[in-house]
């Protein structure tokens, strides 16, 4: 109950294309659905966030879709550029307690030139 | 965003031995928190630092193996003891926002310690 499950493991997208990476949960007690970028040699960083309360986020090309109903949120990158090559991954919490985060098994994106 | 630094950057230990990675904070935050990253994989966390009282592990994780300290609010440390190859991994620090913690449970990462045990 506490997974969430990533998918793809690995993405290959021409430069220019949508990239799309998938996450869903069972533990309806998630609130809270961020994403982060991680390079190599880097901690991860705080990409972009998702509450429950609304389908769709959007900054800039980075967009989360959620499914509440399904227990699915995605990641879309449009446009994407060979600077988004990074590792993505997804996380979920619970808006208590101590705000731990679990996270996915990770996407390693490619974006070809 | 905190800005959060950690040292060591990277070591090469030999087993049985033990190794002190320090994360250090630009403000006070009252919770921190340790991850472990094994090659490949993701992110699991290993336990919360509260300043003014005991670490809180997680399952699988135990005091004995990886002592905590967090002497103020800004610093803490993640000590790995009695090492061997299977704690090859990188070890990340990460902080709530600044304040009172943000209602959306944001996390600023610091950019971890990659520790590789012979």
């Known amino acids: 109950q506490q997974q969430v499950k990533q998918s793809p493991q690995s993405l290959i997208v021409q430069k220019g294309g949508i990239s799309i990476i998938n996450c869903a949960y069972e533990n309806t007690a998630f609130d809270y659905f961020p994403w982060y970028q991680q390079f190599p040699g880097k901690g991860p960083a705080l990409l972009i966030a998702?509450?429950?309360?609304?389908s769709e986020k959007k900054e800039g090309r980075f967009t989360i879709s959620f499914n509440k109903s399904a227990k699915q949120f995605s990641l879309h990158i449009m446009d994407s550029q060979p600077g988004d090559s990074a590792t993505y991954f997804c996380?979920?919490?619970?808006?208590?307690?101590?705000?731990?985060?679990?996270f996915g098994t990770g996407t390693r994106l490619l974006v070809s030139p | 965003s905190a800005v959060i630094s950690q040292k060591p950057s990277r070591d090469i230990c030999q087993r049985g031995t033990s190794l002190t990675i320090q994360c250090q904070v630009d403000?006070?935050?009252?919770?921190m928190f340790w991850y472990r990253q094994q090659p490949g994989q993701s992110l699991t966390l290993i336990a919360t630092?509260?300043?003014?009282?005991?670490?809180?592990?997680e399952s699988g994780f135990v005091i004995d193996k990886f002592p905590i300290s967090r002497p103020n609010l800004t610093f803490s440390t993640l000590t790995v003891s009695n090492m061997s190859p299977e704690d090859s991994s990188i070890y990340l620090c990460?902080?709530?926002?600044f304040g009172t913690g943000s209602i959306y449970n944001e996390q600023f990462f610091g950019p971890g310690t990659r520790l590789t045990v012979l």
């Open positions: 990460s902080v709530p926002p």
């Open positions: 996380a979920a919490s619970m808006n208590t307690g101590f705000q731990k985060l679990v």
């Open positions: 403000s006070q935050v009252t919770m």
């Open positions: 630092a509260n300043q003014g009282s005991e670490a809180t592990y």
């Open positions: 998702i509450r429950p309360d609304v």
